[in-house]
């Protein structure tokens, strides 16, 4: 059983709709029995950092999850303001992150960007494999996902960077450290893209 990490914030029965349509049965939870017997997890999220991390603490999930994350190795997929919560910092706010990655949410750089483009970042973009990974595993050709967020990954470790996307300069879009991985885009917004992206997740960790 795939389990969705509920804990208020964001559009969580996309992600199960999605898992659906590719046959994998997926419940949603803040249930800490459940997720102690989840076979894989997953983290969505939209919103402010801060809030997010008020969230998981206030719904007592933090423990759980660093416990089946970290010790007992149950692969877990971030998606958006998820993946985010798993770096150690964010410029949005001055709660701590999970800290399961080396590496800090940052604004994007206005300057960088360019003046033709707004902030947050949202739509459609291509994104660049970095290094091979199950996640990517017989993925349609020019694999382009569906973006919303003003924030990015800034990661210390190169070799946790999985694939880049660009807006008006190159970011990490999704990463993956042993058990855990993340994307910034939103796989259950991604079409056939990201169908296959979820289906990898659920085979092939």
Known sequence: ????????????????????????????????????VAEKLILPGVGHFNYGMQQLHKSN?????????????????????????????????????????????????KAKIGNDKKIPHMGWSDVNSYQQS???????????????????LQ???????????SYGYEFAAGIEHENILGVQFHPEKSHKFGMKLLENFVLNY
């Open 134 to 152: 199950k996640l990517f595993i017989n993925m349609p050709e020019d694999p382009r996902f569906y973006f919303v967020h003003s924030y990015h």
């Open 1 to 36: 059983m795939i389990t969705i990490i509920d804990y208020g914030v964001g559009n969580l029965s996309s992600i199960k709709n999605m898992l659906k349509r590719i046959g994998v049965a997926a419940n949603i939870t803040n249930n800490l029995a459940e997720i102690e």
């Open 61 to 109: 999930l933090v423990p759980i999850l660093n416990q089946r994350v970290l010790q007992q190795k149950v692969p877990l997929l971030g998606i958006c303001l998820g993946v985010q919560l798993l770096t150690k910092t964010s410029e949005e706010g001055n709660e701590p992150g999970l800290g399961w990655i080396d590496g800090t949410t940052i604004a994007f750089d």
């Open 155 to 165: 990661l210390n470790n190169p070799n946790n960077v999985l694939v880049n996307a």
